[in-house]
């Protein structure tokens, strides 16, 4: 009786919430017009998963670069879902980094009044991104910009001096394991070089 209850636990509390949401997310990602509607009940189903959550984000994101006017309240939707999926999952960056995402469009297109508390978010959110993942340089890239946005030169700066610092070790290491091939660069030999230049250009 005892395995009988606990097998009725397990199956009412874990494998049936799981197995529903998971229909759910598969259902979404062949239906994506009712994505809106799926994916919520997905995370409803399931309340431990982060994954339809981050679902939930991406799709309103990707719904917001792709309708003309680019309707703000998509992006609102967006940070809502990614915020709790951080909840769920505190150990994950890319949540973090989704909102870093998001936070710095809606610091883009609101007015002038709200836009430094956008920034905030967006900078706390790469921060938070950046201690689950250190040696991402293009985090330490981004949370340069939005500290430079933020006023914060000295702050941009230990970023940026930062980016250079995990692409450099990373070419370093990518020539020493792969001798005569060309380097990859992880940051983008772009960014790399304006990382220097804002280097250069906040040290004066």
Same mark, same amino acid.
């Given at each position: 009786?005892?395995?009988?209850? +606990?097998?009725?636990?397990?199956?009412?509390? &874990?494998?049936?919430?799981?197995? #529903? =949401?998971?229909?759910?997310?598969? !259902?979404? $990602?062949?239906?994506?017009?009712?994505?809106?509607?799926?994916?919520?009940?997905?995370?409803?189903?399931?309340?431990?998963?982060?994954?339809?959550?981050?679902?939930?984000?991406?799709?309103?994101?990707?719904?917001?670069?792709?309708?003309?006017?680019?309707?703000?309240?998509?992006? +609102?939707?967006?940070?809502?879902?990614?915020? &709790?999926?951080?909840?769920?999952? #505190? =150990?994950?960056?890319?949540?973090? !980094?989704? $909102?870093?995402?998001?936070?710095?469009?809606?610091?883009?297109?609101?007015?002038?009044?709200?836009?430094?508390?956008?920034?905030?978010?967006?900078?706390?959110?790469?921060?938070?991104?950046?201690?689950?993942?250190?040696?991402?340089?293009?985090?330490?890239?981004?949370?340069?910009?939005?500290?430079?946005?933020?006023?914060?030169?000295?702050?941009?700066?230990?970023?940026?001096?930062?980016?250079?610092?995990? !692409?450099?070790?990373?070419?370093?290491?990518?020539?020493?394991?792969?001798?005569?091939?060309?380097?990859?660069?992880?940051?983008?030999?772009?960014?790399?070089?304006?990382?220097?230049?804002?280097?250069?250009?906040?040290?004066?």
């Amino acid at each position: 009786s005892v395995v009988v209850a +606990v097998a009725w636990v397990y199956c009412g509390y &874990a494998l049936v919430p799981a197995v #529903k =949401a998971s229909a759910g997310i598969q !259902e979404s $990602l062949r239906n994506p017009s009712h994505a809106a509607r799926l994916l919520p009940a997905a995370a409803a189903d399931d309340r431990l998963n982060p994954a339809p959550l981050n679902l939930a984000g991406r799709f309103y994101l990707q719904h917001y670069n792709q309708i003309p006017g680019r309707q703000s309240d998509m992006l +609102v939707l967006a940070a809502q879902f990614f915020d &709790a999926a951080t909840q769920r999952d #505190k =150990a994950d960056f890319k949540n973090y !980094e989704k $909102l870093m995402t998001v936070y710095q469009l809606l610091a883009m297109f609101s007015t002038s009044g709200h836009t430094r508390q956008w920034l905030q978010k967006a900078y706390d959110s790469g921060l938070e991104a950046a201690q689950r993942y250190p040696g991402k340089g293009m985090l330490q890239f981004e949370l340069g910009k939005i500290a430079e946005r933020l006023n914060n030169k000295k702050t941009a700066l230990a970023h940026y001096e930062k980016a250079v610092q995990i !692409e450099d070790g990373y070419r370093t290491q990518f020539r020493r394991m792969y001798p005569g091939r060309e380097t990859f660069s992880r940051l983008g030999q772009s960014k790399y070089e304006a990382a220097k230049k804002r280097i250069e250009k906040l040290s004066e």
